[in-house]
């Protein structure tokens, strides 16, 4: 953990520019190691697997549904990077391509995890693709390709992590009307590892956060709370383009 605090604190230093370098160079490897696990997989898919199709209804499937909305939810933490790209027009359109990507890899991911493992052990597994990587076996040469899954995690989580870090950073330093975040990058580096252990302790926990916590956390950060900073800074334009049209007596 402080290995890789340490790595995601460096890349936070070096700034936007050099974190998204970087995503340009890795994103074609990780899209390539996705396409070898999935066709790998291929010869492992067992149809029966996802029969009853809604076996108990439309309920469960909704309910597990919510819980999985905090993870696209978090792209809001992107509006903290928006403000310096330069090419706004493209903007959106990256945003919304992005998202549309990124749904269709884990839209196979899930099932690819029940058609390979069954709905059962994927649901009693707490990392269900790293499964899929031991399941891989092609002939008596490539078998247990789980370090597919490993590099995979360790890339997308370094980005993940940066993008939030440097968010904290950038925020914090705003509100406290500081000239540069970086100051605050190795402060917050020591309180983030005992935060990470006191949040989650063991895997219970975390499962329990996810659970219980993460939608409604994620609602609150990334999609009410820029609701709120946008209908205020709407309402204040507004009052002064108001203000700035009244005649002058």
């Known amino acids: ?130 499964m899929l990587g031991k399941k891989i076996v092609i002939g008596t040469f490539i078998q247990r390709v789980e370090v597919l899954v490993a590099i995979i995690w360790m890339l997308t989580l370094y980005f993940k992590a940066t993008i939030c870090y440097y968010a904290l950073s950038l925020g914090l330093a705003q509100v406290l009307g500081l000239k540069s975040y970086k100051i605050l990058t190795f402060p917050l580096a020591f309180l983030i590892i005992p935060f990470s252990i006191f949040m989650n302790p063991n895997i219970v926990s975390f499962h329990q956060f996810i659970l219980i916590a993460l939608t409604p956390y994620s609602l609150t950060i990334c999609v009410f709370l820029p609701l709120l900073l946008l209908v205020i800074g709407k309402v204040k334009k507004h009052l002064a383009s108001k203000a700035t049209k009244q005649p002058v007596n």
């Open 1 to 130: 953990m402080i290995i890789f605090a340490f790595t995601c604190l460096v890349g936070v230093w070096l700034g936007l520019e050099v974190n998204c370098r970087s995503a340009v160079i890795f994103f074609p490897w990780i899209v390539m190691l996705l396409f070898i696990l999935f066709l790998f997989l291929i010869p492992q898919i067992e149809m029966e697997y996802i029969q009853p199709i809604f076996g108990e209804g439309l309920k469960p499937i909704l309910k597990g549904s919510y819980v999985n909305w905090g993870n696209p939810l978090q792209l809001g933490i992107l509006l903290m990077v928006m403000p310096y790209v330069t090419n706004k027009t493209e903007m959106k359109k990256s945003f919304y391509k992005g998202f549309l990507i990124g749904a269709v890899f884990i839209t196979i991911l899930f099932t690819l995890s029940i058609l390979v493992l069954g709905a059962n052990m994927t649901a009693r597994q707490s990392y269900p693709s790293y």
